[in-house]
């Protein structure tokens, strides 16, 4: 009785043993598989974060191209408004379509708004290049 009675405890016991083994085994699975799925999305995000990146860098240098090219037209305008300015290469009896020789005539009676200059130099508001007082 004595000897079938230590079987049997050993038996038991292993087999306790071999079930925390399986439990443990099965716990260790589900772990493995939660970390593997966390470090797949990481290395996705880190894929996309360098996609975008990748993308600002190209959207900046082609900003970069835009920018440089708006500024040299920028100078050429400059260039071109100061020319015209200071009497750059014009002919000396050239005028083109909507341009006054001379002043207009204006007639005294009418009353002059905050935006009139005085009727000696001809304009009815401020000249573009010139300053608010009338004189260019």
Do not use: C, I, W
């Amino acid at each position: 009785m004595l000897g079938l009675r230590l079987l049997l405890t050993g038996a038991r016991r292993t087999s306790r043993r071999g079930a925390t083994a399986r439990h443990g085994l099965r716990d260790s699975r589900r772990e493995t598989a939660a970390a593997t799925k966390d470090r797949d999305a990481a290395v996705e995000e880190r894929d996309a974060a360098r996609v975008e990146a990748t993308a600002a860098a190209d959207d900046r240098d082609s900003l970069y191209r835009e920018r440089d090219v708006l500024a040299a037209q920028r100078a050429v305008l400059t260039r071109q408004r100061d020319d015209l300015l200071d009497g750059g290469p014009r002919r000396p009896h050239e005028q083109t379509a909507g341009t006054r020789t001379g002043p207009m005539h204006q007639q005294e009676a009418t009353p002059r708004g905050p935006d009139e200059a005085s009727p000696a130099n001809g304009h009815r508001r401020p000249h573009l290049f010139g300053r608010d007082d009338g004189s260019s």
